[in-house]
């Protein structure tokens, strides 16, 4: 049967809702039951998920055939998404980090500085907040805080991506942008993964094709859990990396070259070296820092010693150098983030030179927190520099967060609350050890820090929030005689950068609209400096 007729029995392109091609099989899935016509008995029908699906033999039909079917459907999945990037309204909602309009955001994708512009694309799912079939939102900047929304650019739409355009990095080559991503698929009642490492490529930068899969076969010794390619050219070739995990349950980083970004020949696994390190490993990233290697990822399965850090999804960063054959070797490595809500992270060299770093504010599998009730869920964190110094790895807010300052206003905190009149702020203080700072307070909600003498742990404590999901508190060991902080605070997050930047915490922080106020329950009266700080250009239109 030509796929032409199977979709005819389906009632049309219009009523596809996705399309699959396991192996020897053409899938469909319809979106109503009852536009389906008499089925001949070559053709399968069977509800899997609730979802209707119509299955034959695949026979002669071809890639190029199954991706015009996936073409069509990506214009209505576009056109079904779109009435979903009206932001809601909420006092949770940042006034200078990205969030969705609706819906839940994960990933940042495909950070890039190409040809005079900033782009940035996350994964998004726009019809609520669960963790469902992802789409890739593009977004460019011309100066690092005010985003412009271009279009959905990426659904979830072919035989290759039909349940997720999961994460990855853009290449900046021949005048055009190039994006690989790794697409999701799930067969049957067992949801079984099916995944491959695609691209899509733009010419103008804006309107994507998909070319589909590059990589089509798993590498020996690796599960279905392989994904989120990463690609930097160095030796005179490509390299693309991808999180992976080993049939016997370990987390890798799997590598392969290219000569021309089209076709790509396996390397091997790396990261023996760590071992146990976790079951897996995500959203890889490499990059240069002066003149050191390092490389970025997302180890899952880690286990904490300190019982009030349960959550297993982390962020490393490792120190790696490569050698003349090309192989990968971790040297040393450091948790970037110790808060709570630190993920995917993925950088860019930007127009100065300067190394920055954007992460997803959220975690795995988490799908109720406060701002679900206003229809959305997750953020991106601010824009960080990192930098080598002194033989550790730095972080600070990109400068230009200075352009959205008010006023510089200084004053003393002490026992008694004071009313800042805003969440949005920045935030310049040094906390004595024995003293705990409540921030975003009123008479029944705060967030602390507390400079814990004894442990010798800066805490920081969100369990007197609204928060739904997730650890309340973070304990992070140092020390220094003396704590310098840099707060920023967005409606619904801290971000804090603790002496210059050798240390940060993230996490966000659910209270009510008027917790404006600010008060130093322990210790003596410090001096604090802050700015408020306005709100960036939205990317999205009004409500």
């Known amino acids: 049967m030509s796929l032409i007729d199977l979709i005819e029995l389906a009632g049309g392109e219009t009523n596809i809702r996705r399309i699959l091609a396991p192996k020897g099989e053409v899938i469909v899935a319809v979106h109503n039951d009852e536009l389906v016509r008499r089925l001949p008995e070559s053709i399968t029908a069977q509800t899997v998920l609730g979802e209707l699906q119509l ?51 994960n990933d940042p994708n495909g950070f890039i500085y190409h040809k005079g512009e900033y782009h940035l694309f996350y994964q998004w799912y726009p019809y609520a907040c669960e963790h469902k079939d992802k789409h890739w939102v593009h977004l460019k900047s011309q100066d690092l805080i005010n985003w412009h929304h271009q279009s959905i650019a990426l659904t979830p739409s072919d035989w290759f991506d039909s349940h ?136 899952q399965g880690i286990e904490d010693s300190n019982p009030n850090h349960t959550i297993g999804h982390q962020n490393r960063i490792f120190r790696m150098s490569l050698d003349q054959d090309d192989a990968l070797h971790l040297i040393e490595g450091w948790q970037l983030d110790a808060g709570f809500d630190f993920y995917a992270p993925q950088s860019m060299e930007a127009a100065d030179g300067r190394r920055l770093m954007i992460g997803w504010m959220g975690l795995p599998d988490e799908v109720n927190q406060p701002s679900c009730d206003h229809g959305w869920i997750h953020q991106l964190t601010t824009l960080r520099e990192l930098y080598w110094q002194d ?108 002496n210059d930047g050798e240390k940060v915490m993230t996490g966000r922080v659910f209270t009510p609209q008027d917790a404006t106020n600010i008060r130093l329950v322990s210790g003596e009266p410090t001096p604090m400096s802050y700015y408020p700080l306005k709100a960036a250009r939205a990317p999205y239109p009004s409500v």
């Open 55 to 105: 299955s034959t033999a695949r026979g002669e039909v071809t890639d190029e055939e199954l991706q015009t079917v996936g073409e069509s459907i990506a214009q209505h999945q576009r056109e079904q998404a779109e009435p979903y990037l009206q932001p809601t309204e909420s006092h949770y909602r940042p006034q200078w980090h990205i969030s969705p309009p609706q819906g839940l955001v």
């Open 391 to 498: 033989g550790k790895v730095k972080q600070r807010p990109a400068k230009e967060l200075a352009e959205l300052r008010g006023d510089k206003v200084n004053i003393t905190v002490n026992n008694k609350a004071i009313d800042l009149g805003t969440k949005s702020v920045e935030l310049h203080l040094n906390l004595a050890w024995g003293s705990e700072l409540q921030l975003m307070q009123n008479s029944d909600y705060h967030v602390s820090l507390v400079a814990d003498a004894e442990k010798g742990v800066l805490r920081f404590d969100r369990h007197q929030t609204e928060i739904r999901e997730g650890d309340v508190i973070r304990e992070l060991p140092l020390e220094s005689d003396t704590i310098a902080l840099t707060i920023l605070a967005d409606n619904s997050s801290l971000e804090i950068f603790i």
């Open 164 to 299: 997720g355009v999961f994460s990855g990095h853009a290449v900046s080559q021949d005048d055009g942008l190039w994006l690989f991503y790794t697409g999701n698929v799930r067969i049957g009642e067992q949801r079984d993964r099916q995944t491959t490492q695609c691209m899509a490529f733009a010419a103008d930068g804006l309107n994507f094709k998909k070319h589909g899969p590059v990589i089509r076969e798993l590498p020996p010794g690796v599960t279905e859990h392989i994904r989120d390619p990463k690609l930097v050219f160095a030796n005179d070739k490509w390299f693309m990396l991808l999180g992976a995990q080993t049939t016997d349950l370990q987390g890798r980083l799997a590598v392969y070259h290219s000569e021309d970004l089209v076709h790509w020949t396996y390397d091997r696994l790396y990261g023996d070296e760590l071992a146990p390190f976790g079951y897996m490993w995500e959203c890889p990233d490499w990059f240069k820092l002066a003149n050191e290697q390092f490389i970025v990822f997302g180890p």
